[in-house]
């Protein structure tokens, strides 16, 4: 069994627990709306980076942000009672640009196909 394998069904575990947690359990308001778009954790299972986008304004983004490191000790505490690994990782909630990056190549695209 290789080690990349078993980080990844441990992303995987951790994605589903935590967007079960946002859905049920989380109330901070800030945190409405987002979207969990991928975990990814490190070889040695210490480290588990959670990518999220939301669809809404940069002022948001500060303001999402603040509360899921406001809820990151919980989610951490729930994440070690429902998972039961040896170590719960740390965890790093990171804002996932690549929704932006599509939605900006995909208006320069359709300004070339109008300019054409």
Do not use: C
């Amino acid at each position: 069994m290789l080690a990349g394998n078993r980080s990844q069904r441990v992303g995987d575990q951790i994605l589903r627990e935590i967007s079960d947690l946002l859905l049920r359990k989380v109330k901070d308001p800030r945190l409405t709306g987002v979207t969990l778009t991928e975990v990814r954790v490190s070889k040695d299972l210490r480290n588990a980076y959670i990518y999220y986008s939301i669809f809404s304004q940069d002022d948001q983004k500060e303001q999402v942000q603040a509360g899921f490191e406001s809820a990151k000790g919980f989610i951490r505490k729930e994440i070690s009672d429902r998972l039961h690994l040896r170590y719960v990782p740390a965890i790093w909630f990171i804002y996932d640009v690549s929704l932006e990056y599509g939605e900006k190549m995909e208006k320069l695209l359709e300004r070339t196909r109008e300019s054409t």
